[in-house]
Structure formats: C-alpha cells, structure tokens
C-alpha cells in the first residue's frame, strides 16, 4: 500500500476535572489537571472526526447534543454522535446514560433547576472494556475516576442540562428541543482486545468504527480512507512508518498495519450512508 498516512499532533486540554495521572506517552503535565487528549491536524485541516481521551477527576456535567438536523437547523455545522471505550475506571465509577423512566419537558426542566435531575439519571457501574456508542440526542454524563478515549464526530455543540450547583449556565430550553427523554436502549457491550468486531455503523450513523487484534507479525490490509488509526496498545508499522499506543493516525487512502507484538486498535471513518 502506498497511501498517505499522518500522525496527528497532540492537544492536551486544562480541565477542572481533569487529573494530573496520565500515561506516561502524554508526557509531564507540571501539576495542571489535564481533562482531555485531542488529536489534531494543521489548523488548516477541517476534520469531521476527533478521537480524544478524557481523565476525569470528577462527574462532568450531564448534556445532550444535537443531531445533524437539528444543528443544521440552527444554523450550525452538523450534529454530534459519539462513543466512549473504558481503558480504566476506580472503584465504584459510573457514567450516566439516558433517564431511569421517560419524562415530560417540565418535569425535565423542573429536575434540573431543583436538582433532583441528577437521581433521574441511569449511572451505570463501569470498568475497563466497557463500550458504549452515545448517539445524539442521548442525555448523558461521564462520571469521575474514569480514564477513557471517545471519537466522535467534530462538531463543537453541547447542551448543558446540569452542573451539581456549579457557577456555569445552563442552556434548558436549547436541550429540551433535542433531547430524546427517555432511557438508554442500546445493549451495553464488554470489548476483548483479542478480537477484531464492528463497534459502530449502519444506516444513520455518522462515522463507522471497527477494532482491530493483531498477533505478533500480523499485517492487516485497509482499503480507502480517510481512517482515523487509534492503537490502544501494542506497536507496529503503518506503511512501513512505526506506529506506538497514544497515538492516532490518519491514513489518507488505504495502508497496511504490521505489528510488532500483539495489539489492539480502533479504525474509524465517516459513514457514507449517513444522511
């Protein structure tokens, strides 16, 4: 294979959420809570997907997002899906996802102003493994002690439903104009590192997601691109150039990824059915 491939620089993110423990390939954070990892490219390069991974300290706040009928309809660029994978999770560490029981708007509205919003929610215990694929108009939060890397499509539109009494605005009447307010239904799913499976996909999703085990000397061949190339763990080639877990490639128009050991990857790209 002789496509193009580019590793993506690394943007690390303050947050007050964030930790300071993170995986020695992220470097010395100097003491500052480092929430998120973003991979980026040159400012000039527009992507419509980012991969990151998130430490968090403390629960973030409980949101939604728009799909990309929506957003467009305000005006925006599109909608945000996403999925979060758990690299590792303390003791007792939950996210939340959708609601215990469907609501009403004012009942939603009334919760979260009074702050019963947060006992509404389904948090669910997770640990290393956990998959989950968030699509929009999903209500959700991501709980503390959770190191995790999300994808997602590259849309910077959030909705804040609420905060546990801190000093940030909240955008009610924008969340209740999307949000689906009702439970979770999507089955919860443990990943195996030793086997490569569809994580996300189908008619009306907008990226498709696939892992990908490799055994020591394997070479896995991928056609067309763009690809983002997320090595969980393991090291290896990709067109012959060395690839490290922390990383994150983007493979223009195919390659061939060689490991050196056993290893564990992510490749996502946009959906062509999506509509």
């Known amino acids: 294979m002789s496509g193009k491939v580019q590793r993506l620089d690394v943007k690390s993110v303050q947050k007050p959420w964030g930790r300071t423990d993170l995986p020695s390939h992220f470097g010395r954070t100097n003491d500052m809570p480092i929430g998120e990892i973003w991979f980026v490219g040159p400012e000039t390069m527009q992507l419509p997907i980012l991969v990151k991974y998130l430490f968090t300290s403390a629960r973030l706040s409980v949101q939604v997002h728009p799909d990309d009928d929506q957003a467009r309809h305000v005006g925006l660029t599109g909608g945000k899906s996403e999925c979060w994978y758990i690299l590792d999770a303390e003791p007792g560490a939950t996210i939340g996802i959708g609601l215990n029981s469907r609501m009403h708007e004012a009942e939603l509205r009334a919760a979260a102003l009074d702050g019963r919003l947060e006992e509404l929610i389904d948090w669910k215990p997770v640990s290393a493994g956990n998959f989950y694929y968030i699509p929009a108009r999903t209500i959700h939060a991501i709980g503390g002690g959770i190191k995790l890397i999300e994808v997602q499509q590259n849309n910077d539109v959030t909705y804040r439903i609420y905060d546990y009494g801190r000093p940030r605005s909240l955008h009610l009447d924008e969340a209740l104009k999307v949000a689906r307010l009702e439970p979770y239904c999507l089955p919860e799913r443990r990943l195996s590192s030793d086997q490569s499976e569809p994580l996300v996909g189908g008619?009306?999703?907008?990226?498709?997601?696939?892992?990908?085990?490799?055994?020591?000397?394997?070479?896995?061949?991928?056609?067309?691109?763009?690809?983002?190339?997320?090595?969980?763990?393991?090291?290896?080639?990709?067109?012959?150039?060395?690839?490290?877990?922390?990383?994150?490639?983007?493979?223009?128009?195919?390659?061939?990824?060689?490991?050196?050991?056993?290893?564990?990857?992510?490749?996502?790209?946009?959906?062509?059915t999506s509509t």
Not at 240 to 250: D, F, H, K, Q, R
């Open 203 to 272: 008619i009306g999703s907008p990226f498709i997601l696939d892992s990908i085990a490799l055994r020591r000397g394997e070479t896995r061949t991928l056609e067309g691109g763009p690809i983002w190339l997320v090595p969980i763990y393991g090291s290896g080639t990709i067109n012959g150039v060395p690839w490290s877990a922390g990383e994150c490639w983007l493979i223009e128009s195919g390659a061939a990824i060689a490991a050196n050991g056993d290893a564990y990857l992510f490749a996502a790209r946009t959906n062509p």
